[in-house]
């Protein structure tokens, strides 16, 4: 059946949380892979499942999509209970596996209008629909072509596009950019980004920190099927202080430079080591000027000087004692 309005929810639900997940659980066997999950996501909010492989993000936005059923806990999507055999909530989610859904044969557009009919779209609607989807996804220009001849990045992109063409309320995405090349991610990830200025809520899984770090108005860190933490970046980075790191490399007075270098105010420990000193301090782009001039004043020749500041990755790291990266 066809229609040519484009299928978007009767009310919209501003105020109130798009998704709401409450207490998530699933096992598999003996291992639990998500283990007790809750997290809510507003309307127009980026929100970032960020954890190693592994970790449960796949399990968790299966249950949310209703493509598995829980243990435990309820997820609700824009009010209405979400579950395997429930129909009328899965009409505002889209879901962009990692997987590829596409026919080779059909051109990018043909696709778009395919997937569309599936949806209830149809005539002026969906062909309205799917020029702005094309433009969204930055294949306007290769429409006409057959997706077998696309790169591995376009051919994302049309996934993506695919699961926006119905105008969900809210779009999954899982691990979208895993194995395509630099310049193709941040097409996916520009893309992205475009949603948040459809309205759309977000719902991206990564074990990427700069893809969460650009994207994610708030990350839920995930390992081991638990949410260890859950914040705005600057919320996350709280956790662990927010001091950012000096390390100055040289030679000549260190004592000297480094009992000058504790009267700054920017300046919380300062630690003389080998042929240098390392200085914790806040806001290190701002503190570094007068950090190099004292050292330099109290007698120090500075050949190297390094700033580090605390990332997603330290967070991770401080949670759960082990890197985010294999
Ligand atoms: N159908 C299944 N049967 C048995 N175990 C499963 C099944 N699906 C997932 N698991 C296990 O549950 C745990 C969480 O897997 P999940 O795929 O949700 O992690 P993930 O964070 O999405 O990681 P990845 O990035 O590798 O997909 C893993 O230990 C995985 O092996």
């Known amino acids: 059946m066809t229609s040519d309005v484009a299928h978007r929810p009767a009310e919209p639900r501003t105020g109130s949380p798009v998704l709401e997940v409450s207490g998530l659980v699933r096992r598999f066997g003996g291992l ?6 809750s997290f809510r996501i507003a309307p127009g909010e980026t929100y970032g499942l960020l954890g190693p492989n592994g970790a449960g993000k796949t399990t968790t936005i299966s249950m949310v999509a209703g493509l598995l059923a829980a243990d435990d806990g309820e997820v609700t999507v824009g009010g209405r209970r979400m ?4 129909v009328e909530p899965k009409r505002y989610l889209g879901l962009v596996p990692q997987d590829l859904a596409i026919y080779p044969e059909l051109t990018a557009r043909e696709n778009l209008h395919f997937f569309g ?18 433009d969204l996804i930055g294949l306007a220009d290769r429409a006409k072509d057959p997706t077998k001849e ?7 992109r049309l996934n993506i596009g695919i699961g926006l063409l119905h105008s969900p309320e809210l779009l999954i995405l899982d691990e979208p950019t895993v194995g395509v090349d630099p310049q193709s991610r941040n097409a996916i990830l520009e893309s992205v980004e475009a949603l948040s200025t459809e309205g759309m809520a977000v719902l991206y899984t990564t074990h990427y920190m700069e893809e969460a770090e650009r994207l994610c108005d708030r990350i839920g860190i995930i390992d081991a099927g638990r949410l260890q933490a859950e914040g705005t970046r600057q919320e996350l980075i709280r956790i662990i202080g927010e001091l950012d790191e000096i390390r100055l490399v040289g030679t000549g007075d260190t004592a000297g430079a480094a009992t000058a270098l504790r009267e700054l105010s920017a300046v919380e420990t300062v630690v003389a080591e080998g042929r240098g000193i390392l200085l914790h301090v806040r806001d ?3 503190a570094v000027a007068a950090v190099v001039t ?3 004043r109290s007698g120090m020749e500075l050949s190297d000087v390094e700033i580090t500041r605390p990332d997603l990755e330290s967070v991770f790291l401080h949670l759960t004692g082990k890197a985010l990266r294999d």
């Open 294 to 296: 004292t050292a330099g």
């Open 117 to 134: 009919r599936l949806h209830g779209l149809g005539g002026a609607a969906l062909k309205h629909r799917t020029a702005e989807v094309l």
């Open 284 to 286: 290190a782009p701002t």
């Open 83 to 86: 579950g395997p055999r429930k």
């Open 32 to 37: 639990t892979a998500v283990d007790g999950v």
């Open 150 to 156: 696309f790169s591995g990045g376009m051919k994302r």
